[in-house]
């Protein structure tokens, strides 16, 4: 219900981990410690904040690691990479349900960026803002049935990406890219913004009404294509 900070090093939560509206979970990267990690063994979920940042002078990464199962960032819950004092990095390693908000100040990667496991996420309310100059990258399979994309900062989804509702990248600074990402479903993308394919698969149903650009290789779009005046490929 209150604060739990990891002071130093790596820290483990084995047993059922139950939180508040008033918890706090900090991982603060710090001078002394290559890495700050908190490893949970089980699912939980999140009802107040979960942070990740740095008291450090020099670029430290934070961790928080998911043995197995997933985190669920309820309605009340928020999952933030605050500033600190330096950049460094701020990995979430598993696999998230949002329901809440995901506040992205500092660069934020969420999956299996250092391992092998498969993550699959789910997007299903909530609201994910990312500011600017910064990036949230998301690895795994994502599956979007709800929620809002918010900020000038840039997003990065690198896996697969099912729409079982529409989403709509709205029209602002924001860019989105889909490196060598396949995108499924019945929901339709539609793309008021700079978005940029990278060996991207586009199947499910796409409106494009602001930039569509191939940054990179070859990209395919074999679901039903729309553009209005707006649109530029």
């Not at 969420?110 to 789910?122: A, C, D, M, P």
């Not at 930039?211 to 005046?229: D, F, K, Q, R, Y």
């Amino acid at each position: 219900r209150g604060l739990l900070e990891v002071s130093w090093g790596s820290a483990s939560i084995n047993g059922p981990l139950t939180t508040t509206s008033t918890s706090v979970i900090r991982i603060p990267a710090v001078d002394s410690s290559v890495s700050q990690a908190l490893v949970i063994g089980n699912s939980f979920s999140n009802n107040g904040l979960i942070e990740l940042t740095s008291y450090a002078t020099v670029g430290h990464s934070s961790y928080l690691h998911m043995q197995s199962g997933q985190l669920t960032n309820t309605s009340t819950g928020t999952i933030r990479s605050a500033v600190g004092t330096t950049s460094g990095g701020r990995f979430v390693e598993g696999s998230i349900v949002n329901q809440g908000v995901i506040a992205v100040e500092e660069s934020l990667y969420v999956g299996n960026y250092l391992n092998t496991e498969s993550r699959s996420h789910q997007l299903s309310a909530g609201d994910v803002s990312v500011s600017a100059g910064k990036t949230l990258s998301i690895k795994g399979t994502t599956e979007y049935s709800g929620g809002t994309f918010n900020g000038t900062g840039d997003v990065i989804v690198e896996g697969t990406l099912n729409l079982s509702q529409d989403l709509t990248l709205t029209a602002g600074s924001q860019k989105f890219y889909f490196p060598s990402t396949p995108e499924n479903g019945t929901g339709t993308l539609i793309n008021d913004r700079d978005t940029f394919l990278v060996g991207t698969t586009l199947n499910s149903p796409v409106e494009n009404r602001g930039l569509l650009e191939v940054s990179w290789g070859s990209a395919s779009i074999n679901g039903p294509l729309t553009t209005t005046s707006t649109s530029v490929i």
